[in-house]
């Protein structure tokens, strides 16, 4: 079971993702406005009951991805940013699996891949992110684990993010975007 602090009705703590007058935006400032977004939530403060939209959950993911750091294996980085931030060993590695199977194939695992359980994606907002109670089934709750533990992570290790920045063109309605590394990080575009 994810931690107590990752259930629907818990108190959240969560980034204010402001538009910014230069369209100079931080990737996980980007990164959190398009998971809110893709849940239905406010891309600026998160406010909103949030969806089980998957797109939105594979943007927690990278989110999770970009925080946990570059060290290789990234298995282990990624299960150690959940347990250094209370979630059990065993649901880090049910949500390293369910990250893979999402990004990788956009599907769910195989029960094999998770001790012979079935992964459910709901949109339960009364349930923990992660549920592996049910000895045959996970569930992940799609609102919760965006809008709680990813929430709650990406709040609380800001000397973690990526400090480049990304130039939008216009209101972040269109996807034309400009590189901007941070200093010392040589001079590329895309």
């Known amino acids: 079971m994810t931690t107590l602090a990752d259930r629907g009705g818990a108190p959240l703590q969560r980034l204010h993702c402001a538009p910014h007058p230069r369209r100079d935006y931080l990737p996980i400032e980007l990164a959190m406005r398009d998971m809110r977004s ?13 969806t089980r939209s998957w797109i939105g959950v594979c943007l927690g993911m990278i989110v999770l991805d970009t925080l946990s750091g570059t060290s290789a294996p990234a298995g282990r980085r990624f299960k150690r940013l959940l347990i250094e931030h ?8 049910v949500l390293w699996i369910i990250r893979n199977s999402l990004l990788h194939g956009y599907g769910l695992p195989r029960p094999s891949d998770v001790r012979h359980r079935r992964v459910e994606v709901t949109g339960a907002t009364d349930a923990f992110a992660l549920d592996t109670g049910d000895p045959r089934m996970v569930r992940l709750s799609a609102p919760v684990f ?3 533990l990813v929430e709650r992570i990406a709040a609380s290790v800001p000397h973690q993010w990526d400090t480049s920045l990304i130039h939008t063109h216009d209101e972040l309605r269109h996807a034309g975007v400009r590189y901007v590394p941070p200093p010392g990080r040589g001079d590329h575009s895309g």
């Open 146 to 148: 965006c809008s709680h």
């Open 86 to 93: 209370g979630v059990d060993h065993d649901d880090a590695t």
């Open 38 to 50: 893709a849940h239905g939530r406010d891309p600026e403060t998160g406010e909103g009951a949030g």
